[in-house]
């Protein structure tokens, strides 16, 4: 998986709609998440698309599969991914992902509809963090 810096410089070089195509090709390199893990546990709450997120690893190593339904809504997911895969717990807990992704202003980028699951799959992702480094 690209780094979200490197993701960065690419995003901002481009407009419109090769934005749009970027952010489809990043979904399409997530790593693939299996069906059996594609469950109502695993679904995030508040997308407009279905978005699942499955944490793996540990405290010293954080590691997220994630798929989505729809193509740039699993970009949007894989910006999300590539802020905290494989970061040491602690880190992802007290970073402000919502802010590491303001360089690419989602919000204004895409639809409200798009963009709307997001803070819940942040929190989903942050809750995981607190609980892994508080074990």
């Not at 709609?17 to 594609?38: H, N, Q, V």
């Not at 109502?40 to 010293?60: H, M």
């Not at 509809?113 to 799959?121: H, K, S």
Request: aromatic fraction near 6%; hydrophobic fraction near 40%.
């Amino acid at each position: 998986m690209r780094t979200l810096e490197d993701i960065q410089d690419e995003y901002e070089f481009l407009e419109g709609d090769e934005r749009y195509r970027l952010l489809i090709e990043l979904g399409r390199e997530l790593e693939p998440m299996p069906d059996a893990l594609k469950t109502d546990a695993t679904l995030v709450r508040g997308c407009s698309a279905q978005v699942w997120v499955y944490p793996t690893g540990d405290g010293e190593k954080l590691h997220f599969l994630a798929d989505s339904n729809a193509a740039i809504t699993k970009g949007i997911v894989a910006l999300v991914i590539a802020a905290v895969q494989d970061q040491p717990a602690a880190d992802v807990a007290t970073l402000d992902i919502a802010q590491t992704l303001a360089p690419f202003d989602l919000s204004n980028q895409l639809s409200s509809n798009r963009t709307q699951g997001v803070p819940n799959m942040i929190g989903l992702v942050k809750d995981h963090a607190a609980r892994i480094n508080a074990s």
